[in-house]
Structure formats: structure tokens, C-alpha cells
């Protein structure tokens, strides 16, 4: 499985924009990039997910580079709702032995200070 | 409910002792995989399911775990003469037949051994 890179833990102030960074230089052609967050004690969530062009959603923006080797997830406006583990993950859309399964690395600790 | 329902929520059983961890996934839902997460680390893939099937049991640690999925649905992690090591949140998460879907999580079951 392609592998993905984020910073280990990222800080930010309540209402401004936090830009979370992941590498993934060896990603195939046929991998979407999908990010989750998992608020403490919870379950993973879904947060956006995409394959070449940047996406929107009620919940974060996604920039995603021209060579697809990196990708940003933006939330706009953090709150301390937002203060979660944030996992970049590369799923394959092709299929394959991949089942679509998602592969979580440690993340990023998102801290927002009020 | 129209999430991914896991139960017990907590459970709490004797080293030696077998468990059995219940997911319903959402209904329609045919793709559904286990997870376990212990504490501080990230999620640890155990197995997947489409349908009633499970092509990919390769994050099973050891022949004492194993799993069943019933008409398409239910699905059980069974867990025999349990070790403290054992102890973690066992999670699971469902999607629908896109592989690039979105997966759902269910809350967990914690299990303590002790």
C-alpha cells in the first residue's frame, strides 16, 4: 500500500484556517485520498476524500497537488470541536486485494486553543 | 438507528475467558471491517467482510480470533481464552459496494482483560 506522511501534532487558535499537511510521493494513479478524524473516544469519521481536483465540503476543503504527491486539508474556521487525530489515507480505486480497506497511519493531533 | 450499532460498549472479562464482540452495520451496507485500536495507538486492521465472506483475514494476530458475518449482516469477532494484551477498543466500520465510499464507524467496544 502507498504509504502517507503527516506531521505528528499541528496547533491552532480557535477560529483561524489550519492547514494539515500529508506526503505521499508514491501514490498510483488509482488512489483516492481520503481523510478522517477521530475525536477523542470516538470512532473515526469521514471528513472529505478525493482523486486529482481540490474538493468542498461542509466540514473542510482539500488541496490536492498538480503532481498528486501531496495533499492539504483545510478547515477554514477551526473550532475545539475540531481537536481530533487527523488521518490521510490513500484507498485504492481500482479494487483489487486493496478491498477498499482503509491502512490508518498515527495521524496529526490536531490541538485548537481557545 | 441509522449508524453502525457495536455492543456491549464496554466489557470487562477474566484472562482465559472467550468474548464475543457484536457489529450491526448499516443496513444495505455489504463491505464491513474489523478494527482494533489499543491506547495511544493508531488502528490496527483485523478483517474484512463483503457479504458473508472474508477474503482478507491477514490482520487476525492470532488463530484465537476469528470472525463471522451472518446473511450479509451481523457480524461477530470472537476472541478465545482472552490475554491482556487482548485489551483494546475493537471497532468496526461498514460501507456500501463503491470502494471508494465513505466508511462508517461504529463507537467501539472497550475490552479490558483482566
Known amino acids: 500500500d502507498a504509504k502517507t506522511t503527516q506531521p505528528n501534532s499541528m496547533e491552532s487558535n480557535e477560529e483561524e484556517p489550519v492547514h494539515l499537511p500529508c506526503n505521499h510521493s508514491t501514490i498510483s494513479g488509482t488512489d483516492y485520498i481520503h481523510w478522517y478524524r477521530q475525536l477523542p473516544s470516538q470512532g473515526p469519521e469521514y471528513v472529505i476524500h478525493?482523486?486529482?481536483s481540490n474538493v468542498n465540503n461542509r466540514m473542510a476543503s482539500l488541496a490536492i497537488a498538480e503532481d498528486r504527491k501531496s495533499s492539504t486539508l483545510i478547515l477554514h474556521r477551526a473550532t475545539l470541536r475540531d481537536a481530533a487525530v487527523y488521518y490521510c489515507i490513500l484507498r485504492d480505486g481500482a479494487g483489487g486485494t486493496s478491498y477498499g480497506k482503509l491502512t490508518f497511519g498515527q495521524g496529526t493531533i490536531l490541538t485548537v486553543h481557545p | 438507528g441509522a449508524g453502525v450499532s457495536q455492543s456491549p460498549s464496554n466489557k470487562v472479562t477474566e484472562k482465559g475467558k472467550d468474548v464475543e464482540l457484536r457489529c450491526d452495520p448499516i443496513s444495505g451496507h455489504t463491505a464491513l471491517y474489523w478494527y482494533r485500536q489499543s491506547l495511544g495507538q493508531g488502528l490496527e486492521f483485523l478483517i474484512y467482510?463483503?457479504?458473508?465472506?472474508?477474503?482478507?483475514k491477514s490482520g487476525l494476530p492470532s488463530d484465537r480470533f476469528s470472525a463471522e458475518r451472518t446473511g450479509g449482516s451481523v457480524s461477530t469477532l470472537t476472541i478465545q481464552r482472552t490475554q491482556q494484551e487482548d485489551s483494546a477498543v475493537y471497532l468496526c466500520?461498514?460501507?456500501?459496494?463503491?470502494?471508494?465510499?465513505?466508511?462508517?464507524f461504529g463507537q467501539g467496544t472497550r475490552l479490558t482483560v483482566v
Open positions: 478525493g482523486l486529482t
Open positions: 467482510f463483503q457479504g458473508n465472506s472474508a477474503p482478507d
Open positions: 466500520a461498514s460501507r456500501n459496494r463503491d470502494l471508494v465510499s465513505e466508511a462508517f
